[in-house]
């Protein structure tokens, strides 16, 4: 299975950045779906993630009330509407997908792609 994100850019603070992931196979789409993303010198970090319904979703604290994860089983896609950005938001964003429930940790992501830069600078 293959993971492919895009829609990273340069953005500045304050501003709005979309982000999609694409899945090769068909066999993730009941799969729970998110995010995760690394900046430079630091510890990936868990951003969001999405039940396969789409029922649920769960946040990470530094974005919640900003970014909004999403999916679409039919294109088996999943997104990250980012709003209100900040500097401190730029990272390599990672589209992970896995079975677990246990959202916050890496270890519950079988697959994951390989990454889109988003950088938040004016």
């Known amino acids: 299975v293959q993971l492919v994100e895009s829609g990273g850019g340069l953005v500045q603070p304050g501003g709005s950045l979309g982000l999609s992931c694409a899945a090769s196979?068909?066999?993730?789409?009941?799969?729970?779906k998110g995010w995760w993303r690394q900046a430079p010198g630091k510890e990936r970090e868990f951003v969001a993630a999405?039940?396969?319904?789409?029922?649920?979703?769960y946040y990470a604290d530094s974005v919640k009330g900003r970014f909004t994860i999403s999916r679409d089983n039919v294109k088996n896609t999943v997104y990250l509407q980012m709003n209100s950005l900040k500097p401190e938001d730029t990272a390599v964003y990672y589209c992970?997908?896995?079975?677990?429930?246990?959202?916050?940790?890496?270890?519950?992501?079988?697959?994951w792609g390989q990454g889109t830069q988003v950088t938040v600078s004016s």
């Open positions: 992970v997908a896995g079975p677990g429930s246990e959202w916050y940790r890496a270890e519950v992501w079988d697959y």
């Open positions: 999405i039940s396969w319904t789409g029922a649920i979703t």
């Open positions: 196979e068909r066999t993730v789409t009941s799969y729970s």
